[in-house]
């Protein structure tokens, strides 16, 4: 007879995930939206997958430690796109980024956009007027993310693009490094670089 030896569940002891974990999963779900299919992504219209590209953005941008109102709500300020601000204020419902909670206004004219924002998105119909607004936040620390052709290489930070039917992103870091901006490296390998 044979004695009948249980196998011990193996006990894993339990650990606090480093930040660095966490990043990069947040990294692995961006990645995942620009390789996902089409059909997978189709459940998302693109307001919602542009909206969850923003708030992943602004995890992954170090603006300098001088700014005012630091333990103060982040201020994403989207001129142009009120379809895209509502989207961005129902994906950040209850979030918080660094302990601070988010805090979106819908814009139609550059006039209100006030004191710099930390994150300023421009829509495509703002073509016109981008080479003022970019004067205007000169060497400001504010992140800007465009949705128009061209809008990378015009001196927008982060841009939006589609490729093969997917929304994909390009980076100026020029821009970045303009107004005194750090994107993580783990940001800049998903985008196309364009400065």
Not at 144 to 172: H, Q
Request: hydrophobic fraction near 50%.
């Amino acid at each position: 007879m044979c004695p009948i030896v249980r196998d011990a569940a193996p006990s894993f002891p339990r650990r606090v995930i480093p930040p660095v974990i966490r990043q990069l999963s947040l990294l692995a779900a961006i990645a995942s939206l620009l390789v996902a299919p089409a059909r997978a992504v189709g459940q998302f219209d693109d307001q919602q997958v542009k909206a969850a590209f923003v708030l992943n953005f602004l995890k992954f941008v170090t603006w300098p430690p001088a700014l005012p109102a630091a333990d103060g709500p982040i201020d994403v300020v989207v001129l142009g796109a009120d379809d895209l601000a509502q989207a961005i204020e129902q994906a950040s419902a209850g979030q918080q980024i660094a302990g601070r909670p988010i805090k979106v206004r819908a814009i139609r004219r550059a006039a209100d956009i006030g004191p710099a924002p930390q994150l300023l998105f421009i829509a495509g119909s703002e073509r016109d007027r981008l080479p003022v607004l970019l004067r205007a936040l000169e060497g400001r620390p504010v992140l800007t993310v465009g949705d128009g052709s061209g809008f990378g290489a015009a001196g927008v930070v982060l841009n939006f693009y589609t490729s093969d039917t997917r929304i994909r992103f390009e980076a100026n870091t020029t821009a970045a490094a303009r107004a005194r901006l750090q994107i993580s490296s783990h940001l800049l390998r998903l985008a196309r670089i364009v400065g």
